[in-house]
């Protein structure tokens, strides 16, 4: 069964041509604002297949079953959210203070920090079943990141003769990250980036009171 042989009359509006990746991730964007919407029990093959204009024997014809989709939905998110924070490092200065900014603005860029994607976040990790799988597909993301918070957290410490335990300042800042996540979702007024980027540099600023202020990491000295 080809792809164009999978398509109902109502997906003539759209293109035609799509390669299978560009499609499947059509199917995987339209997952992530169905998830969104509707929460994880809640979706299926059909709403995903509705949100993107599509027909359910092309979703099925990509993904098989729900459970492929969203998991593959899952692993997307998680790679998405990985070459990011690894993008936002390898573009900052090699200095403790501007590598942690670039980690906590990572967070906050405008492409995967979206209401939907959020929402989509929210709704596996609500999800006692997921927790298997997240752990199967995102474990390795989430140690590899939080090495990398550690090292930083551990050459702040070095560099500021601060007292404080860098393994437990890396898991601090971690749990407040994800926490303001969570409230910028799950809150009557969520507050704006803006707002919560001031929340976490509140947390960097009490590990580390020589490198940051409320506003992000001071100047160098000589700067």
């Known amino acids: 069964m080809n792809e164009v042989a999978a ?5 003539s509006a759209q293109p035609r041509k799509l390669s299978r990746a560009a499609r499947r991730q059509q199917l995987i964007e339209a997952t992530i604002e169905t998830i969104a919407e ?4 809640r979706t299926t093959l059909t709403d995903v297949a509705n949100r993107a204009g599509l027909s359910h024997g092309l979703v099925n014809f990509h993904f098989e079953t729900k459970e492929k989709l969203l998991t593959e939905t899952l692993v997307f998110l998680s790679e998405e959210y990985r070459a990011n924070w690894v993008a936002a490092l390898a573009a ?6 501007q590598q942690l900014d670039a980690l906590i603005r990572a967070d906050f860029n405008p492409e995967i920090c979206t209401s939907a994607r959020l929402a989509a976040w929210c709704a596996y990790w609500g999800e006692a079943q997921c927790r298997p799988l997240y752990q199967e597909h995102c474990g ?13 957290c551990e050459r702040l410490a070095s560099e500021g003769r601060y007292g404080y335990n860098p ?10 990250l994800e926490g303001v996540w969570l409230d910028m979702m799950t809150m009557n007024t969520p507050y704006s980036r803006a707002e919560a980027l001031t929340t976490v540099y509140a947390c960097a600023a009490a590990f580390f009171p020589h490198h940051f202020t409320l506003d992000g990491p001071k100047p160098a000295e000589g700067a």
């Not at 509707?38 to 029990?41: E, F, L, T, V």
């Not at 900052?92 to 203070?97: E, K, V």
């Not at 393994?167 to 407040?176: F, N, P, Q, S, Y």
């Open 7 to 11: 398509k109902s009359k109502g997906d």
């Open 38 to 41: 509707r929460g994880y029990a």
């Open 92 to 97: 900052a200065p090699d200095t403790p203070a």
């Open 140 to 152: 390795s993301n989430d140690a590899e990141y939080f090495r990398a918070m550690l090292g930083i």
């Open 167 to 176: 393994t437990l300042a890396a898991r601090v800042l971690r749990v407040t």
